[in-house]
């Protein structure tokens, strides 16, 4: 028998298990122990795997990420993207063939050097930080007339980059899970209108769908994709007072096209270079945003269609009468999974409070509480995690209520974190003004002078002076200036919104 | 303009264009160039990437790996397995935990050493081979008490190999795609229970579902898995006599928790050691594998259920009555994929006979031939790809059609794999006679003298006479020796199945 210390550690053991179960911690006040914690207790991700900026994903959050694949992947193939799967390994010479591409991304790679015991590699490989330099040498080979185009292309992934910014789990990590689509057109206009394509469906899945507020921009020129002619990108904002970038995606032009010798035979016999953009939402940032954004002091909050468990069934028995009732609870369990619901029986031999404590934390939207009552009257009480409300439903009409409630818990959390971030958005007309938003953990709205390279400069000095970086104009939306650049006075060419990043 | 020669490759580029059109390879006779051609001209994997070993899996083959996936993840999470993500890479010092896997593993991995321009890891990380070494030392943080088990998650993930033998696309690669899980239980009659569950899911799946035939197999002590106690696995044979493993589960007793130090508490508040068990199932083999055996002359035939597009609809309209023909073919599509059908218009220019040659080689199962006629009749003439028959069916009872020439399908091509394999098995009595039965593409039953260590020299010997494997006695079935040992002559413990193996 092994030696160790896990019986004298009992006390220990109990305080751990009693963690799993029990979460109370001011999101706002403290959003950094809030974070920390709910990934402990709710087991989301586990920082202690050994390899800095890596984590373990654990089931509760891999449940969740796998659906929010789903929505993306059927999302992106409505939209005429096909699935492919590219090798995780990049030659380096591949990488160096566009060259403001292998600048940005050269100091971030992981590099494979060797194998087995003595094979040492004369070119090394990059484990790939993003693929276009994987994919579009084989573009090369498969584009070959007008007929072929537009071509569109995603695979779901992950990436690596040796990233020096302080790294978080889900938030910034060196390993993260994305799609990422590639799609190459014969003309400059239809690119511009996948990049539109692409925010747009940004906004249907993560604005609409998982209920993570955003502003979408156009991101200044010092702020683009290496390689691109320029990026877009939406911003949410956590409850530090931090943006967190969501899904970009990426005008390349022809550039990537010139690099890596894409060409195609148009209509006309001739040959020409193709445009091409790239989109990459990170569902594991992504994650981290929803959970972030919805939750409270209680822990998760999440939308009816991302909830690995939507329902969960506590059986609630008088002393001694434990099998009717549980019993009750496991028919109720069958009929609502025929009916395609994740739902579930919590039968385990914990007290009832703790299994409300325990799905609580976890964000489960929906629970019913099953006793001796409701099994007499054939009915159910359901309580609303969002609104902590209870109705009684008769079991015959379960359903519907069960597909009605899920719709008002996501609209409702929508509704909130909406009217969070709306209020977050301030404006602001001189330097100081714009640190004290930032210091209220707002958003700060200003006039600026261009988004050109020109603008670098004044974006620095912000950036010196409070922390807050020049995240772009808004897409879609023509806002006037309303005073010359707060920075340098010169005339103002564009509204930009200012906020401190992850 | 570039100035590239694509003009000039013109009929290069018609001929290629025609290939992806025709397909006529006699698999039985010459299956290399069979598989060559239709993994080409079926565009399913791309071998011109520039790494030995790494393939692009294209769209085709990537629509049906990505079903297969979700059939499998179905399959283990209703068998209480939970889904979890772990990082890509290992420590070094992980994998030399326990001895014989790191003996078994180290020649075949690659190794990340290097980030950026000037950063040197002091300790290598290994590209995951298996993921035993990264998963374990979490196990031992995650399990505490027999509460927590049995503990059974998996994760959907490729890994990575440097193999030294001759790679092929799907069948072996340095890179390939799996669902590994990995279970814990507190008592060893649990973990084999759960070996047996593996083979179970594994016939379930790939033999039923799939209508891949094999057998299953407990392997020698000589070929089991490094560190295990024992392998089960399935092996199912290809046209070209060679045979192919298939999903394989380890029973790996209780030496990698004393490796790694995992313990529980039982209820006797006692410290134990558990018992563990791994699956791996490939899904880009076992895809390799369903397309090989399935196929045939014409190109592929794919399951109903892992087909990209069941159903192609290809209208044929008379001259200048184009119009009509085609709104009733898309009324049809949006029907049937209302109904659930992966259904799809071919309204492209090319000529229908084209059209037929082209899903047939993709192995679309059922495709519905459109003229004026089944307009006027409101019917569809179905065509079905694996009898290749035809029958007129109203469109009011197309979805039910579809429903029943679904299943045939897919019945069928089980059928017929089965009675290929079955026919494969022959006796053999000396080593003459597995040569002649391995020379014939067959696989050889013969007498042998025992699987554990002391039976090794003898297997070696058959394979440097033949060629041949010994491949293990068969799981659940019970064969009695009719003959010594076809080797050395001593009394045989066991009937076992000799093959050459991929």
């Known amino acids: 028998m092994p030696d160790s210390e896990k019986n004298s550690e009992k006390n220990e053991e109990e305080q751990a298990a009693e963690e799993l179960v029990t979460f109370h911690f001011s999101k706002n006040d403290d959003f950094s122990t809030w974070f920390t914690e709910i990934n402990k207790r709710a087991q989301l991700a586990d920082l202690r795997y050994g390899i800095k900026g890596f984590v373990v994903y654990r089931e509760w959050a891999v449940m969740s990420m796998n659906l929010m694949y789903r929505i993306y992947e059927k999302e992106l193939e409505s939209h005429g993207h096909m699935p492919v799967i590219f090798p995780a390994l990049i030659p380096a010479s591949n990488l160096s063939q566009e060259a403001e591409h292998v600048e940005g991304f050269t100091p971030q790679v992981f590099w494979v050097t060797k194998a087995g015991t003595d094979v040492a590699f004369e070119e090394p490989y990059a484990l790939r930080p993003t693929s276009e330099s994987a994919m579009y040498p084989m573009y090369q080979l498969w584009i070959r007339s007008w007929r072929d185009l537009p071509y569109k292309r995603y695979q779901s992934c992950q990436v690596w980059r040796y990233e020096g910014k302080m790294t978080r789990p889900f938030l910034r990590g060196r390993e993260f899970y994305w799609l990422e689509a590639h799609d190459v057109f014969a003309t400059k206009q239809e690119a511009e209108a996948q990049v539109l394509e692409d925010m747009q469906m940004t906004e249907n899945v993560v604005i609409k769908r998982f209920g993570i507020p955003a502003i979408t921009f156009k991101r200044p020129q010092w702020d683009k994709f290496a390689g691109a002619e320029y990026t877009c990108a939406a911003d949410t904002l956590l409850p530090d007072g931090r943006l967190l970038q969501l899904p970009s995606t990426h005008l390349l032009g022809d550039r990537f096209a010139h690099a890596f010798g894409i060409t195609f035979i148009d209509e006309q016999e001739h040959e020409r270079y193709p445009f091409q953009t790239c989109y990459g939402p990170a569902i594991s940032r992504i994650y981290g945003g929803l959970i972030a954004v919805h939750g409270d002091d209680d822990g998760l909050l999440l939308p009816f269609e991302l909830a690995p468990v939507q329902v969960v069934i506590i059986p609630i028995p008088k002393k001694g009468d434990k099998g009717q009732v549980e019993a009750f609870c496991h028919d109720l369990e069958a009929k609502l999974q025929s009916d395609g619901f994740r739902a579930r029986i919590d039968n385990t031999d914990r007290r009832p409070g703790d299994k409300y404590y325990y799905w609580e934390m976890r964000g489960v939207p929906l629970r019913l509480e099953i006793g001796n009552r409701e099994v007499e009257q054939k009915s159910a009480t359901v309580f609303r995690r969002d609104l902590r409300t209870r ?23 929508q509704r909130r974190a909406q009217a969070v971030f709306d209020d977050a958005i301030r404006d602001a007309n001189s330097l100081t003004e714009v640190q004290q938003v930032l210091d209220s953990k707002h958003i700060a709205r200003i006039c600026f002078c261009t988004m050109e390279l020109a603008g670098e400069a004044c974006a ?9 970086e020049v995240r772009g104009t808004r897409l879609g939306i023509q806002e006037k200036p309303w005073k010359p650049c707060l920075v340098c006075g010169k005339p103002a060419g564009t509204v930009t919104y200012v906020g401190r990043a992850y």
Do not use: F, W, Y
């Open 391 to 413: 109705e009684v439903v008769p079991t015959a009409k379960l359903g519907n209520s069960i597909h009605r409630l899920g719709d008002a818990i996501t609209k409702e959390l």
């Open 460 to 468: 620095n000095k912000i950036k010196d002076e409070t922390g807050g």
